[in-house]
């Protein structure tokens, strides 16, 4: 290469950083960390689905009062736990429309004279 003229080729990029797959229930608002007891007890979980039925969903801090309701629960760790196996609804494409509607200039009757 030196004697030629032709200068050396530049080095190799450095590897692409390994990324990890979070699942999806991690990385919603609130879920991004998980907590030291992730469990929970069977008298937990039957407080908060009575608080969630019993509690108006227009009273302002709707869940800081539910989260008063569940015994060793917090507003988030109940949001988080209550809307953890919800599923989101699923996105339909739009296709293109390919055919000729009745309503256009192509399809109209001719006009009467």
Partial sequence: FFSSGIPPPPPPPPPAPVTTIVPYERQRAGAAAPQNDETWSFDQTSALQAAYLAVDPTVDNYWQVIGRA????????????????????????????SRVFPASPERLPPPLL
């Fill in 70 to 97: 569940v015994p060793g629960r917090s507003a988030e760790e109940c949001f988080t736990k209550y809307f953890d196996n919800v599923e989101l609804p699923r996105v339909h494409k739009v296709r293109a429309r």
